[in-house]
């Protein structure tokens, strides 16, 4: 399930009221009809920039991490880089006083490029290479997430100066894959956590899990937590270490107030019976949401190519993307609105493909009337759109805009064909670097 599949294209167009929701909080219709996001027409955008493009609304990234801190004001927030990252957004998130989770090579340096912190710095992944874990330790990130045997070893050897490390752990609340991290049940977080000891370079301090990507209950944090907290009071008696830190990841539910306020609710509540009940100083708790800041900020403009029109009385529109400008599978319900003119007063139900006839988005309502030239906005694409994007066809990855207070900036250009190309050893302009460049 997508983003937008918990909340289906209006059938009224964007002549009725916008879905806060769904669409950046910035996003207006102006008198020409025209969407705006960010006080910005996107029709300035697509002259500027061209399309495909992906556009992301500060402002409305920025108030998601300010709920965050509202509703969990004693809880640590570090954005998960993974949804959408660029050195621009990483100054964001430190501007507002959160850290980042990072996954790769790629994005560590991009966040320390950007202004953030290395001790603000989480280094994630189940794989992570000896290269990425020498780069982490060199630069002095704040923690590092040991999700694998092999990683206390290759970490370990790799460290001049102690390393703050957490131990991925895998509750038993039916919510989480079982390859990722260490399973509580059956001893092998216990044996996790006496091998990172035993290593007099790895500092531990807490535990981290994740539940899910999009967790649809967030009462499961309840019993996470309790189970934690007796894991972490199990190390205090084995041990004589008290672990101060609990992480719980990301991917709770965190798109509105009542969402924030609930997840506080229950994340307080589960933290005061279980340490009451193990007797256990409450530790810091540290979350990690990407999707939920990243997502309705976004908004990836297309221009119609062609308009085949089907005896049901539907439309096939094809744009000038592709499925590799997104994240999602074919067919996910995404909003599609015209966004560059007032509609027609009928709607007909539309299949979007891409130039290469990748379905993109089925049975949105859009007018009847649409044709070649119009401009096209996808809402819900913020997270994991422009950080997963890939050439396909050997076409450039679309660029990245964010908008402001009535003004646009390149965050990140368009992939060029010059680009591609330097990377064919077979063209003689090609540029000459080293493998590990």
Not at 245 to 262: A, V
Request: charged share 20%; hydrophobic share 40%.
């Amino acid at each position: 399930m997508t983003l937008c599949a918990l909340h289906p294209p209006s059938r009224h167009g964007l002549n009725s009221p916008l879905d806060r929701t769904i669409w950046p909080l910035s996003t207006t219709i102006d008198e020409r009809g025209r969407l705006c996001v960010g006080g910005v027409p996107a029709t300035d955008v697509a002259a500027e920039f061209g399309t495909p493009t992906h556009v992301v609304d500060e402002e409305d990234f920025r108030s998601r991490i300010r709920q965050y801190r509202a509703a969990l004001p004693d809880v640590e927030l570090a954005y998960a880089g993974m949804a959408l990252l660029s050195t621009a957004v990483a100054g964001w998130a430190a501007s507002e006083g959160a850290g980042v989770a990072v996954c790769t090579g790629g994005e560590l340096v991009t966040a320390l490029a950007g202004g953030m912190s290395a001790s603000r710095i989480i280094l994630h992944g189940n794989a992570k290479t000896a290269g990425e874990l020498h780069d982490a330790a060199r630069a002095g990130v704040g923690r590092v997430v040991i999700d694998s045997p092999s990683e206390i070893a290759l970490l370990a050897a790799r460290l001049r100066r102690r390393q703050r490390v957490l131990v991925r752990v895998i509750p038993d609340v039916g919510a989480e894959s079982a390859e990722f991290g260490f399973a509580l049940a059956g001893g092998q977080a216990v044996g996790a956590v006496k091998r990172v000891l035993d290593q007099p370079c790895l500092d531990l301090v807490g535990l981290h899990c994740q539940l899910g990507s999009q967790l649809a209950e967030p009462g499961l944090y309840g019993e996470a937590i309790r189970q934690l907290i007796a894991a972490m009071a199990e190390v205090r008696e084995r041990h004589q270490i008290v672990l101060t830190e609990l992480n719980l990841g990301g991917g709770h539910p965190g798109e509105s107030k009542p969402e924030l306020r609930r997840l506080a609710t229950i994340i307080d509540g589960g933290l005061r019976a279980a340490c009451a009940e193990y007797s256990y100083p409450r530790p810091g708790v540290v979350i990690e949401p990407g999707r939920a800041i990243a997502a309705r900020a976004g908004v990836t403009l297309y221009r119609v190519i062609a308009v085949k029109r089907r005896p049901d009385g539907g439309s096939l529109v094809a744009v000038d993307g592709t499925i590799a400008d997104s994240a999602a599978p074919g067919g996910a319900k995404y909003t599609v609105a015209l966004a560059n003119r007032h509609r027609h007063s009928r709607t007909a139900p539309i299949v979007v493909v891409g130039r290469h006839g990748d379905e993109l988005a089925c049975d949105v309502e859009l007018p009847d009337d649409i044709r070649p030239g119009d401009l096209l906005a996808m809402a819900c694409t913020g997270a994991y759109h422009h950080s997963m994007g890939r050439s396909c066809n050997l076409e450039g990855r679309p660029p990245l805009v964010a908008v402001a207070g009535g003004q646009c900036q390149e965050l990140v250009r368009r992939e060029t064909v010059a680009d591609l190309l330097g990377r064919d050893r077979g063209w003689p302009g090609h540029t000459v670097t080293s493998a590990a460049s």
